[in-house]
């Protein structure tokens, strides 16, 4: 993945009991196929995406199937409090509880306070401030209070927190993009009580689709918000 607190994860999958895996904006499943090659278990690892065939096209892609590579899906759109519903973050009473059976998930609730490592790459940036506001509150809700469970990911980020416009292909896209320290202001304050979490985020020069182009590459926000 790139990411500085992979091998966090890596970790979780080896050494936890139980330990959950969940990729929001999953698309094919690649990042879960990944951490499932470096050591995670595939039965405890979760995609989900607004589109179910992408899933699929992930099994034809890689030429798997739910009996070859046993992870769950769960599909629908993570606004819809339906599928995912803003909680509080889980209090350390519930460190040990039993896990949520994964098998035939329709939502992304049940896994309230249980999932030990959320990815979440290229997705934050798609949505307005309170939007990425409302999904960092849905996502704090699913992780785990056991120490060391852990939220990451890579985004489109800034200098300065604001509107961010990009053009490709041609085509204008007005973005809104955090930089690192209200990145680590929202997580650490505003999600989370202050001295809950420890955040770490930093700006990369990236080039998000624009390789080989003459398009200014926007800077990368690489990140991670782990429990206390």
């Not at 595939?42 to 992870?71: M, R, V, Y």
């Not at 699913?142 to 120490?147: D, F, G, K, Q, T």
């Not at 990236?206 to 003459?214: F, L, P, Q, S, V």
Request: proline fraction near 6%; aromatic fraction near 8%; hydrophobic fraction near 40%.
């Amino acid at each position: 993945m790139g990411l500085p607190a992979y091998q966090q994860v890596v970790r979780i999958g080896r050494e936890r009991k139980n330990p959950i895996f969940l990729d929001i904006g999953c698309c094919f499943g690649n990042s879960i196929r990944e951490v499932v090659v470096d050591g995670f278990p595939a039965a405890q690892a979760i995609g989900s995406d607004l589109h179910s065939e992408l899933w699929d096209l992930g099994h034809e892609l890689f030429k798997s199937s739910p009996e070859t590579f046993p992870a769950h899906f769960v599909g629908g759109d993570a606004f819809d409090p339906e599928i995912l519903a803003v909680a509080p973050p889980a209090s350390v009473q519930t460190i040990g509880a039993p896990s949520p059976n994964l098998n035939n998930l329709t939502s992304l609730n049940p896994l309230r306070g249980c999932v030990s490592a959320i990815h979440a790459t290229s997705f934050f940036h798609l949505f307005k401030e309170d939007k990425q506001l409302h999904m960092a509150r849905a996502l704090a809700g699913l992780l785990s209070a056991e120490p060391g469970s852990v939220i990451l990911g890579a985004h489109i980020g800034a200098q300065e927190k604001g509107s961010v416009k990009q053009v490709y292909n041609d085509v204008k896209i007005d973005m809104f993009a955090h930089n690192p320290e209200s990145w680590i202001a929202m997580w650490d304050g505003e999600i989370f009580e202050k001295g809950m979490v420890k955040v770490e985020a930093e700006l990369r020069e990236e080039t998000y689709g624009a390789a080989g182009r003459n398009e200014r590459c926007p800077l990368g926000l690489f990140w991670s918000v782990t429990r206390l």
